[in-house]
C-alpha cells in the first residue's frame, strides 16, 4: 500500500503540486500470468476538476477506479501518490447494491453511523448533504418513491456526507434519463466550485460536455487524453425489407403496466417485415425492454397489446426457434462449458444441425474461442457469443434490447455484420437503443418520444401500398 | 463460537442471499409442486452450495438459520417460530456431518452423505415432535419412515447435482476459496 | 414465476436502526412474537388436561387471525391432510379404539401451526424483522437488510433468466418440470448462471458496504 515510506514523499510531493491525487506510469494486471489492464497511467487530479474517462466495458475503466480508492487485492507498478488523509467518495455502477436502508435520513446516516457519528450531529450532517446535492425532501421519505434522478442524487449525498475531496462516478448516465442528467450536472457544477474534484467514467463521456475538464479514453490499457475518436460502421447494407411477408403487427395500442400510468402509447399501425432492421430509439426509462419482452410474450403485468406476432398472439413457447430475444447483460444467459456447447444448446433443443454452430463461428471469427469456457471470454467476446447462440437458429423474428451496449468499435462492427447477415437471410431484427442509428445500416426507425411511439412511415407507406 | 461465524463480509452476503433465494424459490413452487419433502431438495443444494462456494464449517448452519429468519419475515410457510427450527436443524446437523467427514470421501459422496444426515434430521423433527404430542411410537416411526423416503429421494437428487455446479463454477475461476476439492 | 415475498421486501429490515415512527407497533410484534412462541411450544408440552385451556386461546387467535382477513385455509387444507394420514394409521396399527388419541395429536399439531398464522396475519414482516435484528449481530442484522433489499433484484434476475432460456429452448417450462429428469436442466441453465451473478452482486454489495466504512467499528452509533 502507499503508506509507509511512500507517504512522507507523498505528503511532499502533494504539497508541492497541489495535487489531491497523481499516477505516476502505474500499470496492473489481475494476475501474473495475464496481460496487463493498465499500462503506464497517468493522471492528475486537482481540486475542483472533473475528469471522465471513457472506453468500452472490459477496457479497464472500473478496475482504474478500484485502483484509486484502493480496494485491489493486488500490488501494482508505478508510482501512486495521494494526498495526506484524502477522503474518496464513489458511486457505484449498480444503484441496488448501495441502497441499504429504506428513507433517504436513514440511508445518508449510514457512512456517519459506521463512523460511529453522534446520533444528534448526524441531522445537521445529513440535511447539508441532502442540500449539496439539490435535494429538498424530507428525510423520512421512502427512496422507492423517488424519481431516477433524484435517488442518483441520494447515493451522491450518501457519499457526500462523509466530506470527500474526490468523487468518483461509475457509469452515471446509464442509471438516469435525460432530466436526471440535467439535474446531475448542476449537482457537479456545484460541488467542482465547492472544491471537490470529480472523476467521472462513462462511455457515454458527451453527456457531460458541461462540466468536463478534462477528457480521457482508454484504449489498450493505455489512458490517452482527449476524446476518442467516433467509432464508424462499415458501410454494409441490410437485407431487401420483403414487403410480402409480415412477422408482426401492431394495432395502435397504450404500454402501461397493470394499474399505472401509460408509458407511451402507439397511434398508427405499426409493422415489421422480413428482412427488415428496425431501431426502436428512446431515453433511458421510457419501458423499451418491457416492450420488447412483451413483444416475445415474457412480460407479465403488462395490460394486453393488439399484436400478432407471427401470426399467433405472443405466449412464452409459442414461437420455438422462429424467435429470439437479447436482453441486456446478455453474459448472463451463459452457462455452459463451452462456446461451442453454448451456440449448440438452442440446435440441440430445437433438434436443429449442430454443424450450424461451427460454421457461424467460423463467419465470426470466433471459432479459435471454440473450446473456452464462455466464462473466461472478454465482454465483447461474450457478448458474440450470446447473441451467436440465438442467431445460430435462424429465427424469424429477433428482438434485441441495447444490443450496442459498452462493446468497441471492432465488437459494434462484429455485430452489424452478423445482423446484416441474418436481415439478407430473411430474419426480421428489431433492436432498441438510446441514439438515432441514422448512419447504420437501418431500415426503419421507431422512435419514442414525449411517450408516443412514431414510426418513420416511409416503410410504413410502401407497405400499405 | 465466535470465530465460526466471522465470515468475510462477502461471504456472509453470499450465504445471506442463498438464503434468501432459497426462501424466494420455495414460495414460488410451493404452489406448483403439491409433493411434501420438496423443500428438501432446494434445502440441501442451497445448503450445500453455500459449503462449496464460502468452503468453512459454519456456513451451512449460518445459511440455515438466515433462511429461518427470512422466512419468518417474508411470512413464507406456515410462518411462525418453528420455521427457524424447520430450516435451522437440519443445517446445523448438515455441518457437524460435515467436520466429521471432511476429507474423507470424494466430494459427491460427501455431499450424499452430509444430505442425508440432514434428510434424517429433518424426518426425526417431526418424529420427536409426533412423540411430544403423545403419538405412539409405531405410528409416528411410520410417519419418520414416510418422510424419510420422500425427503431422502429428493435429497439425493439435489446432492447429486452439487458437485458439477461446484466444478463448473470452479472451472471457469468463480470461486475464491480453494479449499473444497 | 413470481413471488409473494417481492412485495415486502423494500420495507424490510434496517439493522437496529428503523424506529421510524415505529414504537407502538414495536412493542406490539415483540409481544405477538413471545406469545406465538409460547402458545406454539405449550401446544407440545402442555398436559392433556390442560389442553381445552390452550384450544380456546387458539380459537381466539383464529377469530382475530380471521377478522383481520388471514386466510385460514392455509392451515385448514394441512391440518385435513394429517388427519386422514395420520387417522388411518391410527386404524390401520392400533385398530378402532385408539382414534381419538390420534385426533388429539392431530389438534396439538394444528396448534402448533395456529399461532404462527396469527403472526403472519396480524403482524407486518418487517416489524418483526425489526424485532429479530434487536437479538442479532450488526453484521448479520445488515446481511438480512441487504439480502431483503436485494431480494426484488435477485427475483427479477431469476425472472428474466428463466425467461431467456425458455425461449432459448430450455427443457424448463412448468409442463417439462413435472418430469425430475428436467431438473438439472433448470439447475444448469438458470441456477448456475444464477449463482455467478449472486456472487458478483456479494462482493459489490460488500464493496459499497466497506467504502461507507462498514465495519471499521465494532460498536455504531444509529440514526433517529
Request: aromatic share 8%; glycine share 8%.
Amino acid at each position: 500500500m502507499w503508506y509507509g515510506t511512500d507517504r512522507f514523499r507523498a505528503y511532499l510531493g502533494c504539497l508541492l503540486l497541489m495535487s489531491l491525487l497523481e499516477l505516476d506510469k502505474v500499470s496492473y494486471r489481475y494476475r501474473c500470468d495475464e496481460a496487463l489492464v493498465l499500462q503506464e497511467i497517468n493522471l492528475k487530479v486537482n481540486r475542483g476538476e472533473c475528469h471522465c474517462i471513457s472506453g468500452p466495458t472490459g477496457s479497464g475503466k472500473s478496475t482504474l477506479i478500484k485502483l484509486i480508492m484502493g480496494v485491489l487485492s493486488r500490488p501494482w507498478e508505478g508510482n501512486f501518490h495521494i494526498a495526506d488523509g484524502l477522503v474518496l467518495g464513489l458511486v457505484m455502477q449498480d444503484p441496488n447494491v448501495q441502497f441499504i436502508r429504506q428513507s433517504v435520513g436513514a440511508e445518508i446516516a449510514f457512512a456517519l453511523e459506521n463512523l460511529c457519528v453522534p446520533t444528534e450531529l448526524m441531522r445537521g450532517k445529513v440535511q447539508s448533504a441532502l442540500r449539496k446535492v439539490g435535494l429538498f425532501v424530507s428525510l423520512d421519505m421512502p427512496i422507492e418513491q423517488l424519481s431516477l434522478g433524484q435517488k442518483y442524487r441520494v447515493m451522491i449525498a450518501s457519499q457526500l456526507v462523509s466530506e470527500p475531496d474526490i468523487l468518483l462516478l461509475d457509469e452515471p448516465w446509464a442509471q438516469l434519463d435525460n432530466a436526471g442528467v440535467e439535474e446531475l450536472l448542476l449537482v457537479l457544477s456545484e460541488l467542482k466550485e465547492g472544491g471537490v474534484a470529480i472523476v467521472l467514467v462513462d462511455h457515454n463521456p458527451n453527456a457531460f460536455v458541461d462540466v468536463v475538464d478534462h477528457y480521457y479514453f482508454i484504449k489498450a490499457g493505455e489512458l490517452i487524453a482527449g476524446c476518442p475518436t467516433p467509432v464508424v460502421v462499415d458501410n454494409i447494407q441490410a437485407g431487401l425489407v420483403q414487403f410480402d411477408v409480415c412477422v408482426m403487427q401492431i394495432k395502435p395500442f397504450e404500454f402501461r403496466f397493470s394499474n399505472q400510468d401509460p408509458l407511451f402509447k402507439s397511434m398508427q399501425p405499426l409493422k415489421l417485415y422480413s428482412g427488415e432492421i428496425v431501431s426502436l430509439v428512446g431515453d433511458n426509462g421510457t419501458g423499451k425492454s418491457s416492450f420488447l419482452k412483451s413483444l416475445a410474450g415474457i412480460q407479465s403485468d403488462i395490460n394486453e397489446l393488439p399484436l400478432l406476432v407471427l401470426g399467433k398472439q405472443a405466449k412464452v413457447g409459442a414461437f420455438g426457434a422462429d424467435l429470439g430475444l437479447l436482453l441486456q447483460r446478455p453474459n448472463r444467459q451463459l452457462f455452459e462449458s463451452s462456446v461451442l456447447e453454448e451456440v449448440q444448446f438452442s440446435l440441440k433443443r430445437f433438434e436443429l444441425p449442430l454443424f450450424w454452430a461451427e460454421q457461424l463461428l467460423d463467419e465470426l471469427g470466433l471459432l479459435h474461442l471454440k473450446d473456452h469456457s464462455p466464462h473466461t471470454l472478454s465482454y465483447g467476446q461474450q457478448h458474440m457469443v450470446a447473441l451467436a447462440s440465438l442467431a445460430v437458429i435462424k429465427p424469424k423474428v429477433l428482438l434485441l434490447d441495447d444490443p450496442f451496449a459498452g462493446l468497441d468499435g471492432e465488437y459494434l462492427n462484429r455485430v452489424w455484420h452478423l445482423l446484416t447477415k441474418l436481415s439478407r437471410g430473411g430474419c426480421a431484427i428489431l433492436l432498441s437503443g438510446h441514439r438515432q442509428m441514422l448512419t447504420l445500416p437501418v431500415t426503419g426507425h421507431w422512435l419514442i418520444h414525449d411517450g408516443v411511439l412514431c414510426s418513420d412511415g416511409e416503410n410504413q407507406a410502401l407497405g400499405a401500398a | 463460537m465466535r470465530k465460526v461465524f466471522n465470515f468475510s463480509l462477502q461471504d456472509a452476503l453470499f450465504i445471506g442471499f442463498c438464503a434468501t433465494l432459497l426462501v424466494a424459490l420455495k414460495s414460488m413452487l410451493r404452489l406448483k409442486l403439491g409433493v411434501a419433502g420438496h423443500s428438501m431438495f432446494l434445502m440441501t443444494f442451497f445448503y450445500l452450495i453455500c459449503y462449496g462456494v464460502v468452503g468453512r464449517v459454519g456456513s451451512i448452519t449460518a445459511c440455515g438459520f438466515l433462511s429461518g429468519l427470512v422466512a419468518m419475515m417474508l411470512s413464507v410457510g406456515k410462518g411462525g417460530p418453528l420455521i427457524l427450527i424447520k430450516f435451522g436443524l437440519p443445517a446445523l446437523a448438515m455441518d457437524l456431518s460435515m467436520m466429521l467427514f471432511a476429507g474423507l470421501l470424494t466430494l459427491k459422496w460427501r455431499c450424499v452423505v452430509v444430505g442425508l444426515v440432514g434428510c434424517f434430521a429433518w424426518a426425526a423433527k417431526v418424529w420427536v415432535e409426533n412423540l411430544l404430542m403423545g403419538m405412539t411410537i409405531q405410528v409416528a416411526l411410520v410417519q419418520f419412515g414416510l418422510s424419510m423416503l420422500r425427503g431422502g429421494a429428493f435429497t439425493l437428487l439435489a446432492a447429486l447435482m452439487v458437485p458439477p455446479v461446484l466444478n463448473r463454477l470452479r472451472a471457469h475461476d468463480l470461486l475464491f476459496n480453494e479449499e473444497i476439492k | 414465476m413470481k413471488t409473494s415475498g417481492g412485495r415486502h421486501c423494500r420495507n424490510s429490515v434496517n439493522g437496529a436502526n428503523t424506529v421510524i415512527k415505529s414504537g407502538k407497533g414495536i412493542g406490539w410484534t415483540a409481544t405477538g412474537l413471545i406469545l406465538a412462541l409460547v402458545l406454539s411450544s405449550a401446544a407440545f408440552f402442555i398436559a392433556t388436561q390442560y389442553l381445552f385451556g390452550l384450544i380456546i386461546c387458539n380459537l381466539g387467535l383464529i377469530i382475530h387471525g380471521v377478522y383481520r382477513r388471514g386466510d385460514f385455509w392455509v392451515i385448514g387444507r394441512v391440518f385435513l391432510a394429517q388427519l386422514v394420514i395420520t387417522l388411518s394409521l391410527y386404524y390401520l396399527m392400533h385398530g378402532k379404539d385408539q382414534l381419538l388419541e390420534g385426533a388429539t395429536v392431530v389438534l396439538r399439531v394444528l396448534m402448533a401451526f395456529i399461532p404462527g398464522w396469527w403472526l403472519s396475519v396480524t403482524c407486518r414482516p418487517e416489524k418483526i424483522g425489526e424485532v429479530l435484528t434487536w437479538i442479532l449481530p450488526a453484521k448479520w442484522a445488515f446481511v438480512i437488510a441487504a439480502s431483503l433489499s436485494l431480494l426484488p433484484t435477485m427475483t427479477r434476475e431469476v425472472r428474466e433468466i428463466y425467461q431467456i432460456q425458455c425461449l432459448r429452448g430450455a427443457r424448463i417450462t412448468p409442463k417439462a418440470l413435472k418430469d425430475p429428469r428436467n431438473w438439472s436442466e433448470l439447475i444448469h441453465c438458470v441456477i448456475f448462471p444464477l449463482l455467478i451473478q449472486l456472487l458478483k452482486l456479494s462482493k459489490q454489495t460488500a464493496m459499497a458496504a466497506q467504502l461507507r466504512h462498514f465495519g471499521k467499528h465494532k460498536k455504531t452509533t444509529h440514526w433517529r
